[in-house]
């Protein structure tokens, strides 16, 4: 309500306040989606946290597993290369008879038993590396999370600059009396259209020390 006339107001005093109530909703609005958006983005985080910490252990560990049976698949063919020079040793001492057909066929044997444990360490390599693909693959997702906390930090600063002018109108619409005085007289109220306020009343007063 306004100050009636004969009134005391000290400075800074609130003379008149216009309705304020729509840009007070909005102001609340604000502060509504800018704490959800919050909420949103600290639960973001947290995933990130966690899921960093189980993105980095997997590809650790797997990195560790594929090392291993990369050296264990090298060391197996250099057995092989080994027994198949053995093999022909063996061949060439069997011609001439000076080993036996089971020391010939036992050497046979070592060559196949080194050729199958390569194809199944080989399979084994390439399922530790696809192993380590899948958590590589979590880096993305981690990628993916970043930009949406990035979205939403943009979000909070857009609302929270609304939000700013917000109140700022709502301070607008308070005046105050900008020195110690009296209502001296109050002029009727009139009605104002101003650009996006719509219409409001207001009353012109004239102050006096």
Known sequence: MPALEGT????????????DRIAKLRVDALK???????SERARLKAERAFSREQVETAIKTRTSGVAVREKAREALQSDLDFAKTELERARKLFAT????????????AAVVKLEVQ???MEAEYQQAE???????????????????????????ANLAAQMHQQQVDVEDRTIRSPIPAVIDRRSEEHTSELQSRGLISYAVFCLKK
């Open 130 to 156: 696809g192993s380590l693909d899948e958590a590589k693959a979590g880096e993305e997702r981690l990628k993916v999370i970043d930009a949406q906390i990035e979205a939403l930090t943009h979000q909070v």
């Open 32 to 38: 509504a989606q800018i704490e959800g958006i919050r």
């Open 118 to 120: 390569i194809l199944q």
């Open 97 to 108: 008879k000076v080993i036996n057909e089971r020391q010939m066929q036992s050497a046979q």
């Open 8 to 19: 005391t107001v000290k400075a800074g005093e609130t003379v008149v306040r216009i309705d």
